[in-house]
């Protein structure tokens, strides 16, 4: 088929848009609400109106490229004066109702809206709407992720990740008009389905949706002379923080996060691939006792999204998940009794703060049952945008800073298989090294377990543990859309797994809720960043969690051996059911909304 583009000639398939013929070809055309990484292009914003004339018609038709399928013949415009004024017309209106308050805003200084507006040559804001949110303020709350409907442009990328991508649908439309926001289905995340994973965050390209920011509750703890700051920094941090500051994606900044930390005055500084190694320790003697006894399948538990999802929509897959705490909770435990007790700290006086890649770490953190007598084992947790922000409050430019090392005596080393749990399937080949090398003696020859290391939602694969359980069965999952279809399997008898890993985040670690965001983009940066986690377990000096010299005087000194009756009690925990009040129903909505079409 063909049609021409502002002159040019241009072949085209059947049902293509035009936005998406016109970037095949390279020609611009600003979009807002489109986000073409989840397949989201519901034309609300009106930025992306083009000038169309088909053949035979006496007069133009504006319409907007990204839901548009291009026709035969027809002739396009991108920009003529009429479609640039609307354009701008549009974005003002856009503008109006929106809180321009951009100093105060979770997104300042890397704000698509701004980007556009600028895109389109906004030079006038002429009218101000603001009876829809001035009297709202934000509920921080104690919940990880905020809203604030005073900067949503109703674009409904949040609705259509949480609903296509993750398949939970946790979030809807509210309101008519100005007063149009989103909202939890059932009105709280206690009844709705929301998991707390942070997906929306991503896509969200105002500063409507953001984490619960605790940067000053850190400061606050700097400042104090009698708190001793405990710093943790968990794998995907290193890989996914460089472009923060302007070093290319995938960069391992792991040595100037610490000189940073050292910069702004942490006491102690610690690895949360330390707890990894622990955590693959205590799993992974947990799933072969589990093997002997033919109790299967086992679910891993480092992800406090996938728990949230099993203990909201699968209660009954409960008992088949690991006891086993994640690596964040495990190096706050461990840092509040035995560092605490070899180090001479009273652990009244530590705070434990977490650098994570992940918002639901913030709700993990606050679980009644990872404390004791009410007091956190870790007290705060700290979003990657949370830390940029952080360092920037102190004056600290990453890219200036020359590389330190982690120097704690206790608690600082990991191995190649605590690194690789940043990213989807490096749970299981870690844990996979350790129970081998547990089971004969002697260790995994071909050390890169490569058939778990595609990029799937749902991949499997065959083991040979060796001695009394020969071959396993084992699967991994990023995502919960695919996490979904796999837990129904098991709970259905149609899937059959020994060992299963769950990551809610598509990606793993390295694309989780509380990272980077980018502009107009969806987790760009997926495969460079994981393959740099790749790359620091090849060049470990120890790729083995058994081999860590540090956990081995762990385990020697303080809890004896994994899964011993001290260690049970203090890296282990338990789930409990907590039912969503709104089920989740993606098939009775898309029946809805194909019911709706057909009677227009």
Known sequence: ???????????????????????????????LCELNDIDHAPGTCRICLVEVRRPGGAEPEYLTACDTPLGEGWQVLTRTAQVEEMRRLQMEMTMADHHQDCSTCPRNGNCELLSVANSVGLKQIRFRYTEGWQDLEPDHGTQPVVYDRSRCIRCQRCVAVCRK???????????????????????????????????????????????????????????????????????????????????????????????????????????????????????????????????????????????????????????????????????????????????????????????????????????????EHGVPDVDIVLTMREFARLLRREGIDLKSLEPSAYDDPLMSEYSGAGAIFGTTGGVMEAAVRTMYYVVNGKELEHIEVSQLRGFENVRSAHVNLGGQYGEIKVAMCHGLKGTRELVEAVLDGRADFDFIEIMACPGGCVDGGGTLRSKKAYIPYAMKRRETIFNIDRKARVRQSHNNTQVKKLYADYLGAPHSEKAHHMLHTQYAPRPCGVEADIRAAWEELRKQDGKE
């Not at 085209?12 to 020609?27: D, P, S």
């Not at 693959?280 to 086992?298: D, Q, S």
Request: aromatic share 6%; charged share 25%; glycine share 10%.
């Open 165 to 371: 991508v993750q398949g939970v649908d946790a979030l809807e439309m509210t309101g008519w008009g100005r007063t149009a926001g989103i909202r939890l289905k059932g009105g709280s995340v206690e009844v709705s389905p929301c998991v707390t994973c942070g997906q929306c965050v991503m896509v969200c390209p105002t500063g409507a949706l953001a984490e619960r920011d605790q940067t000053q509750e850190v400061l606050d703890c700097l400042a104090d002379p009698d708190i001793v700051t405990v710093f943790q920094v968990a794998p995907a941090i290193r890989v996914g923080f460089g472009e923060e500051f302007g070093l290319p994606p995938g960069t391992n900044v792991e040595g100037q996060i610490i000189a940073a930390l050292r910069g702004i005055g942490a006491d102690v500084i610690l690895d949360t691939n330390f707890g990894a190694d622990v955590v693959i320790m205590e799993e992974g003697t947990e799933l072969l006792g589990k093997l002997a006894e033919k109790k299967r399948p086992v679910f891993t538990s480092c992800c406090p999204a996938w728990i949230n999802f099993a203990e909201k929509h699968y209660p009954d897959i409960l008992p088949l998940l690991s006891s086993t705490r994640s690596p964040q909770a495990v190096v706050g435990k461990i840092a509040k009794t035995y560092l605490a007790e070899k180090r001479g700290f009273d652990p009244a006086r530590m705070r434990v703060i977490s650098i994570m890649p992940c918002t639901a770490k913030k709700e993990e953190a606050a679980r009644p049952v990872l404390g």
């Open 1 to 31: 088929m063909d049609a021409k583009i502002n002159g040019r000639d241009i072949v085209f398939e059947t049902n293509e848009t035009i936005l998406g013929v016109a970037r095949r070809h390279g020609i611009f055309i600003p979009t």
